[in-house]
């Protein structure tokens, strides 16, 4: 049971970390530091919501089956 659950987890991890918005953050963070601060506010808010967007979207199939009754 333990050995099923932590290769679910891994190919769970796995299938959405290409999803995270790295680059975009660190361009949002560059142009902060370059003085271009509505670029980089704009682009850190995209950062940010796309990051929320996907932890949604990740954990809500989750709380849903649990409410029904499915895990």
Do not use: E
């Not at 769970?12 to 975009?24: D, E, F, K, T, Y």
């Not at 796309?50 to 979207?57: E, K, S």
């Not at 199939?61 to 009754?69: A, E, I, K, L, S």
């Amino acid at each position: 049971m333990g050995v099923g659950n932590s290769l679910q987890d891994k190919i769970i991890i796995g299938a959405i970390m290409p999803l995270v918005p790295g680059i975009a953050f660190t361009t949002a963070i560059r142009d902060i530091y370059n003085a271009d601060y509505l670029s980089g506010t704009i682009h850190l808010l995209d950062a940010l919501i796309t990051a929320v967007c996907i932890a949604v979207g990740a954990c809500l199939p989750f709380v849903v089956m649990n409410y029904f009754g499915g895990f």
